[in-house]
């Protein structure tokens, strides 16, 4: 990137404002290790090397005698609305941990906001000292068929942020949109070729051929990835391979001995979070943690640093901006002891120091909210016997589907059981893990609900119900009965949005998420606790999952195999249709 | 890159109209070599790998067992004005010795007709089966100071050039443009970035902080390295190096030395062929030959081919287009039967055969050309005395800077030397290797013209002409006496562009250049029969080089260390201003 005031100090016509001294550089263009300095001009790097004729009476020397210095660190997937916290309160968090840029597409508010609520999040973002590049989604509605929105997201919306500083393209381009022949995604993949912006992917499971078909849609990446085999196979098809270590989706094992076993160089090799929540942030970290993952599956310390820097700003076609310590790039840079422990000892961002032994340095405070983002709930209470799952069937009983969550892979998949008819209604089962789950419109009070099963939640009592829900953001319910279920539902709606856990007519706990019903402004360690408390009630109602609103959430999002559930009803993802849980009676 | 029809083809929608069978896949992004097959819908690659089920009984099957499977090759870096062949000649050279891309300025044409000129080269290649992405030159006039031109381009041109299919950022946005603050550069930079699209470089022996202070303008490559030490810096710093291997410059054998003995990575290393002239093309073959140099050098040949296809387009930002043998990706296939002896058998581009055995499979005519090309010329031939070098200092003996050209490497570095002035002239001396150089403004009949003396040539009589000279296009010429050059300069007026050899009255060796000045349609055959006369006719001279044109022709670029010839006077590249070649008398 241009900048007259670097160029003037490389020229030695003026001197640097900051040098680094001292510090041992990871250069992760030439995969070297040695020692240099560095000189900064404004929020630029002027010079790396050998850089004492910049050093003149005003400059501030920074020792970095012991340490590495090291590239901020890049997340090139992340939805930063699944953590509940504002970007500002998310800001506050990763830069502690030495993210400095991430790749994010806001798709959790477009949903509830469209285009706006994007825009107003980037202009929030626009102050905090980490880096956003913006791919707003490919299409909202993002699931086929489609959910019930409060706004939509389509080809004339990427016009206008394709001229937006932040633009990065379309994020989350499924394959199923491919197959299906979308013409707005269609239409807004080549606004990218026009605009030279990627095209991000979403492909979960697609390989071989049809893999083929999807590398002609022109998407450059994908971080759905579940094994080495799946991941060496998007490799050599030419995709970047941004393995994930989510909160609840653990691939970074499986996927990176596309590198340490089968030995395939790692330059479109990248991590990233994806889905989140604060406590595995607070409590693990952000990429530093995913960075010392990499490391303790036996990835070299420096080839797990290129892929969270280098790496992840050439997938993001942003690697003249970030992603390595050399001059004409942002001055982001970490310093770091040990490059195997990976503890990151202070971050800069652009320059300035905004972090050091995991604290901020620099004052982050939210914006004041306007009115008509901490409203966007339009949705009567509901009464018990709304949730039922009605059926003309008789009496009797019958084979249903319910989805059931396997272990450590975010998928649902179809459990085939058997429920009781009775009075036109299907009954859901504790006795054998069949919860009742649901689904209901929250945005123009259209009464659009439905409700299906769910196992794997062995839910014995009681109900959880959340408004953070990608990709809809509806209202998610799951419950051993409809009484608590109405409970948790109606006082979501009384928060303008939050995550409740209920049984019968009380509340065991609640976290409001009143910021466009699914973030809040609440600290970090108010998070952490509300997390924590939300969880605990949930295990008091015989929940067996560690993080079960993690799994709930996620539920409306049909490019997840094999089943979803919306407003509008049950998806069947091999068809993107609706379809009827029930099979047949037995 | 989007395809309906692969994708359709990946979805099994329909079936292959080609098949490759039997091959081994070199796959750039692994850096692996398999057997696989490779199905290709339109001009696309379609799928990898286990291709069968997309063969039906229209699909032409292509059998390259036994061979290698090979992306077609890019050159990141040329000028092909320099072979004097127009971009219809060059396309029927390069293709059969596998280059399907070439990233180009078109800047020889640009000073003779500007922009106009470039998009007359992209039309003529818009039919061509070789793909041309097009940097219009950062600015031209392209010197500084700058020189007499027939047409400049600058911002505006830019505006309108960046909207183009072919568009690939800006060219040769030389160091001394950033030294000079130039606003027109500056501000073509600034769009660059607006649209995302390369900024190219050019740096001869930066390095340490004025590196640092050049990477700050935003250029991405840089094809000027000329040691290992220089490579190596440069890509610590973040550029893409692009090594030279051309016709006079060979810095390949030192610079690769940064990857075979310092052992960096390879993923920023490229290679091109910059100034080549045609008898170089025909005789050892284009990104072929460099490669097989490179592997000579002792590259990896999966790594060498890797810098001149994976690495050459991240250079250029199009590696969703080229590059590689890879879904989304146009089908641009070599089939080479030993990767180490790296012969090209047989070419696809777009997936159709354009080259076997190094024989053109394809009918390529050049197009009718418009008067106005062939009749660029308005230059009042010349009088012998109007060649000389005249003084006010009184006759005697003065101390004298004759440029001189080291071997192996062009540049124009400052020789002492003793001369003599007699009645107002100075005089040049074949008996210490003086020779009288002289550029001349050819476009506005200006009489816009200087001489200065160079070394090297060690020419004994006779003159030699061109009026292909980077980056002006006026007429250069060096001779034993003025007589000679008259008569050179006067039949390049004539043939309104061309290369001559001339002594006294005789024309001893002629080449006419029409197009533009600056090229021709002859077949590649005539040209380096024309090619081989007019050295033949300059060694009669006395002439020692090997190739002498190739060191006349870039005379006027003042980016070249240390001194350069322009049709407004003798340039020092260390303070960019004219200076005088003499010194002090003696």
């Known amino acids: 990137m241009y900048s007259q005031r670097a160029i003037d100090v490389g020229l030695g016509r003026r001197k640097a404002d900051k040098v680094f001294t001292g510090g041992k550089l990871v250069n992760v263009f030439t995969a070297e290790v040695y020692d240099a300095g560095v000189a900064i001009a404004g929020d630029r790097i002027a010079a790396i090397g050998d850089v004492g004729e910049t050093i003149g009476d005003e400059t501030e020397i920074i020792d970095a005698s012991g340490m590495h210095l090291v590239p901020g660190l890049i ?76 706004a939509s997201v389509g080809p004339d919306d990427h016009r ?34 026009a605009h030279k912006l990627p095209v991000h992917g979403h492909a979960p499971f697609v ?63 990248s991590l990233c979070s994806d889905d989140t929540d604060t406590s595995t942030l607070v409590r693990l970290g952000h990429m530093d943690h995913i960075v010392r993952r990499a490391i303790a599956e036996g ?18 076609r942003v690697d003249d901006q970030v992603g390595a310590v050399a001059p004409g790039r942002y001055a982001d840079i970490l310093l770091v002891e040990d490059l195997a422990d990976f503890q990151v000892s202070a971050v800069y961002s652009g320059g300035e120091l905004v972090a050091s032994g995991g604290e901020l340095q620099v004052a982050l405070t939210p914006p004041e909210r306007p009115a008509e983002l901490l409203r966007t709930f339009s949705l009567t209470p509901v009464e018990p016997d709304d949730l039922l799952f ?43 893990d069949v919860s009742y789950v649901s689904v209901l419109e929250r945005y123009n009070d259209t009464g659009s609900r439905s409700t299906a099963f769910m196992s794997g939640f062995s839910l014995t009592d009681g109900a959880l119900a959340t408004s953070l829900s990608p990709d809809d953001e509806n209202v998610v319910c799951i419950g051993a009965n409809t009484e608590s279920m109405a409970t948790a539902i109606n006082r979501v709606i009384e928060l303008n949005g939050g995550q409740v856990v209920a049984r019968g007519d009380d509340i065991l706990a609640e976290l409001p998420l009143p910021l466009a019903g699914i973030m809040s402004d609440i600290s970090p360690a108010e998070m952490v606790a509300a997390e924590d408390q939300l969880i605990a009630a949930a295990h008091e109602l015989g929940c067996g999952l560690a993080n079960p609103f993690m799994w709930l959430i996620f539920l409306p999002i049909t490019a997840i195999p094999q089943y979803s559930l919306l407003d509008r009803g049950f998806v069947e993802q091999a068809t993107l249709s609706f379809c009827s849980p029930l099979v047949r009676s037995v």
Chains 1, 2 share one sequence.
């Open 75 to 150: 997340d090139p997937h992340v939805h930063t609305e699944v953590t509940k916290m504002s970007i500002t309160r998310f800001a506050s968090v990763v830069l502690t941990r030495g993210t400095t840029s991430v790749c994010t597409a806001f798709d959790q508010i477009a949903p509830v906001k469209g285009i706006d609520g994007i825009r107003y999040m980037l202009d929030e973002a626009a102050d905090l000292p980490l880096r956003i590049f913006n791919p707003p989604p490919s299409k909202i509605p993002y699931t086929i068929p489609e959910g019930t929105l409060g």
């Open 207 to 269: 390989t071989g051929l049809a893999l083929g078909a999807y590398a002609n849609c022109g998407a450059r990446d994908d971080h759905e990835c579940f094994s080495a085999e799946e991941t060496i196979d998007k490799l050599r098809n030419g995709f970047f391979c941004l393995l994930r270590e989510a909160t609840m989706a653990f691939n970074l094992a499986d996927c990176i001995k596309a590198v340490t076993e089968a030995g395939l160089p790692t330059r479109r090799v």
């Open 390 to 432: 009605r059926t003309d069937m008789p009496d009797g009983r019958v084979e249903a589907i319910s989805m059931f969550i396997p272990p450590e892979i975010p998928l649902r998949l179809r459990r085939d059981v058997e429920l009781t008819i009775e009075g036109g209604v299907v009954l859901n089962d504790p006795s054998i």
């Open 299 to 316: 990835v070299d310390p420096v080839a797990a640093i290129q892929m969270v820097t280098i790496n992840a700003a050439d997938a993001l």
């Open 160 to 193: 206008i942020a394709m001229k937006w500083d932040e633009a990065n393209g379309i994020a989350e381009t499924t394959f199923d949109f491919i197959r299906a022949g979308d013409s707005d995604v269609i239409e807004s993949i080549g606004l990218c070729e």
